[in-house]
């Protein structure tokens, strides 16, 4: 029986529908949305400010916020009464949700995220997690 749900979300389509996705098929489950604020990279973008603010954790979880007010809103949204926790992790995408996953029954992830750009020079998180997961991980299109 799954009682855990672990549901990486970064603010993109896919992983808005892994939500949806996770609380219909598990509705009676505990879900932790896992946010992840990615680590030093050619990339940084929006991550440059908050490497250089004086609370790291709390620039971070400004910067969560509108992925976990989308994510109670499905929430809900959905039928019944689901509770979401938080969670802001800093560091690697895969290897955040990875820490994490042993932690839970399962991952519902998105197939894929953020823009075209990041995809092709990061690579694909949704593969890499289904591949090293120590739970088993639910892909959702």
């Known amino acids: 029986m799954i009682s855990r749900v672990l549901v990486p979300m970064d603010g ?3 992983s808005e529908r892994a939500l949806e996705y996770a609380v219909e098929v598990y509705p009676d489950a505990a879900f932790t949305v ?21 609370d790291v954790d709390a620039a971070a ?3 969560s916020e509108p992925v976990f007010e989308r994510a ?6 959905s039928e019944g009464a689901v509770a ?5 992790a800093l560091g690697h995408p895969v290897r955040a949700i ?8 399962t991952v519902v992830i998105g197939s894929h995220g953020g823009t075209v750009a990041e995809r092709l020079f990061v690579g694909n998180v949704a ?3 289904f591949r090293r997961s120590p739970v088993p991980v639910v892909v959702v299109r």
């Open 98 to 105: 990875i820490n994490r996953a042993g932690e839970y029954d």
């Open 72 to 77: 109670e809103a499905i929430a809900d949204e």
């Open 84 to 88: 979401l926790e938080t969670e802001v």
């Open 12 to 14: 993109s389509e896919m």
């Open 34 to 54: 896992l946010h992840v604020v990615g680590e030093p990279s050619p990339l940084w973008g929006e991550a440059t400010g908050i490497a250089l603010a004086d």
């Open 127 to 129: 593969e890499k997690v």
């Open 61 to 63: 979880r400004e910067h």
